[in-house]
């Protein structure tokens, strides 16, 4: 029944050591999303791909990137995590990028020693 | 972007009806007002959607003000499954493209058995 799978759910990891987190979806849905939430914040959009596109936030960090290999699978790479990056990593996927409700995955918890 | 602004939290007894409250005073013609909700440890999803009239479906019904600037969400019987954080977010259908989901403080509901 799963939807938009994210692995690993925790993930820990050092500073500066550089770590993935994956996605995947089984809708067949054009747009795929990155999400950082910080403790007690909303979810703060990263960016995303529609297609093969990528659509970057303009206050997206450098250290954050994103592949996105086929329709099923897309990855965040943080290049040099700071302490400043731990948070939950949200994916979500919708249909087209107009208006299209969002599906989210359960999260990453991802942690920095 | 129009804003929204909801309280921070609020209680509710089990098995009896939820009000959620929403303001977007700046709300043009064309946004439509959608609602989200996360449970603890999991990714928001979706509730509902409307942009004049009162909409339902099996998880709640929306009620929008005459003027639209102001919405509430309406959970008929609260069990202690809809204990989260709910997401009231405005978007606007004229944009063909990319639609940004701007998550704002929320409204955090804890119920009460």
């Known amino acids: 029944d799963a939807m938009v799978i994210q692995n690993p759910r925790y993930q820990v990891t050092q500073f500066g050591k550089p770590v993935t987190l994956s996605c995947s979806q089984t809708?067949?849905?054009?747009?795929m999303y990155w999400y950082q939430q910080k403790s007690s914040q909303a979810p703060k959009l990263l960016f995303h791909y529609y297609d093969k596109d990528f659509n970057n936030e303009a206050d997206t960090p450098d250290n954050f990137q994103s592949r996105r290999p086929n329709t099923s699978f897309c990855f965040l790479d943080i290049r040099s995590p700071g302490l400043g990056d731990a948070a939950m990593y949200l994916c979500?996927?919708?249909?087209?990028?107009?208006?299209?409700?969002?599906?989210f995955g359960p999260g990453t918890r991802l942690t920095v020693l | 972007d129009a804003k929204t602004t909801q309280p921070n939290s609020m209680e509710s007894n089990e098995e009896e009806p939820v009000h959620l409250p929403c303001n977007h005073s700046?709300?043009?013609?064309?946004?439509?007002i959608h609602w989200y909700r996360q449970l603890p440890s999991q990714g928001p999803e979706y509730v509902i959607h409307?942009?004049?009239s009162n909409v339902n479906n099996r998880m709640a019904s929306l009620a929008i003000a005459e003027d639209r600037k102001s919405s509430t969400l309406i959970l008929h019987r609260a069990t202690l499954r809809d204990a989260a954080v709910y997401y009231c977010i405005l978007r606007d259908v004229r944009t063909g493209g990319y639609q940004k989901v701007t998550f704002g403080t929320g409204t955090k509901l804890q119920v009460i058995p």
């Open positions: 700046t709300i043009s013609g064309t946004d439509y």
């Open positions: 809708l067949n849905h054009n747009v």
């Open positions: 409307g942009l004049t």
């Open positions: 979500a996927t919708s249909r087209e990028q107009g208006t299209d409700t969002q599906y």
